[in-house]
């Protein structure tokens, strides 16, 4: 039977965002998804162990109000000042439906998080890209967006926006912006000041990265209570499962765990951009936990597809701003080295 006519025009025509392959096996150097190489703090998973399994009859706290109330502590702010979501991506999505009315629009970097765009398509409003310097580094948006959507330090360049810029854009800006920090914990300055002084700044950040709980799915949002309170009215009633709140609020009881881990990664990012440069590379100057950068002796996309054979699984976007590049995820050191060896020996196979 043919669905013609029941699935709206908007769905059918929408190219969905494509997320990095997650292969079955665990025989693979795995660089793709931007994932913590080290496991979450103990304390995660003692609450894991101590999670009252009867006690999932019950719904869990739509609010996520202990979560709240960590958080405000963390960021020096009231609980009304927070928003506890399923993962980053559902805050991103959630402001599209509070902040964007139907002739609205929603603007964005190029290249940046390419989950921007298919939002703005589901949402059924207009995108507005604005392409990055050659180097991509800033530009000043023409302004006018209901919603912008700005990654600081952007993904997939790993580059870090000036903090002023971002300032001085958000002032100027009459719409929400989002400042999307899913990766600050390896950067070296944050906009969090931004969402508790500006009335249309928020800032979005994610547990999957620095916290290594990319499977657990907890994300969240800081700012004025006029913004959060909008998100609270159009999200699903139960957005964040009991167990998902339970062991967020573990990871957020062992601060000291993410922040060791994100300096080891800090020190493997360097090592990596150093080794890549020496190569020749084009290497992005990276505040995150990957590596933008452009090989020297063959075209990103054949070695992407050379590594992916030898088991290293990095990432590729097709396209003339990022067709050049690999986004390479920092592992543990031994990843790292894996990834060098297999460069090196694929680079020297293709010298003439
Ligand atoms: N923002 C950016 C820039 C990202 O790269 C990602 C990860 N894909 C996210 C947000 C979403 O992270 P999560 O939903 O896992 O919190």
Request: hydrophobic share 40%; net charge neutral.
């Amino acid at each position: 039977m043919s669905s013609k006519g029941r699935v709206r025009e908007r769905v059918e025509r929408l190219s969905a965002y494509v997320p990095g392959e997650q292969p079955s096996s665990s025989d693979v150097v795995k660089l793709n998804t931007n994932e913590n190489p080290y496991p979450p703090s103990p304390a995660v998973a003692r609450a894991l162990r101590e999670l009252d399994v009867e006690a999932l009859r019950r719904y869990p706290d739509p609010a996520c109000g202990k979560l709240c109330r960590r958080l405000a502590e963390l960021h020096g702010c009231a609980p009304e000042n927070v928003f506890v979501a399923n993962g980053s991506d559902e805050v991103l999505a959630l402001a599209t439906r509070a902040f964007v009315e139907d002739d609205g629009t929603i603007g964005f970097f190029h290249p940046s998080y390419s989950l921007y765009p298919v939002l703005a398509a589901i949402r059924g409003v207009a995108g507005r890209p604005v392409e990055l310097g050659p180097a991509f580094e800033w530009r000043d948006p023409p302004g006018g967006d209901a919603l912008f959507f700005l990654a600081n330090p952007n993904a997939p360049t790993g580059m870090l926006h000036d903090r002023r810029t971002v300032e001085t854009f958000c002032r100027a800006h009459g719409g929400v912006v989002i400042v999307d920090e899913a990766y600050v914990d390896f950067a070296e300055a944050d906009c969090m000041d931004l969402a508790l002084g500006l009335e249309n700044v928020l800032v979005a950040r994610t547990l999957s990265k620095s916290y290594s709980l990319a499977g657990l799915r907890l994300g969240y949002a800081v700012g004025h209570a006029r913004l959060i309170e909008a998100l609270l009215k159009v999200k699903d009633s139960y957005n964040v499962g009991a167990p998902a709140q339970a062991l967020g609020l573990a990871a957020l009881s062992d601060l000291g765990h993410m922040r060791r881990n994100a300096e080891r990664i800090k020190t493997s990012r360097r090592a990596l951009s150093d080794a890549l440069a020496r190569r020749g590379w084009t290497v992005c100057p990276s505040e995150t936990n990957f590596v933008w950068a452009g090989p020297a002796a063959l075209p990103a996309r054949a070695l992407f597809e050379r590594l992916r054979e030898r088991g290293i699984f990095v990432r590729h976007f097709p396209g003339e701003r990022t067709g050049a590049f690999l986004r390479i995820s920092v592992g543990t050191d031994g990843d790292v080295g894996r990834l060098l060896a297999a460069v090196n020996e694929i680079e020297s196979e293709a010298k003439p």
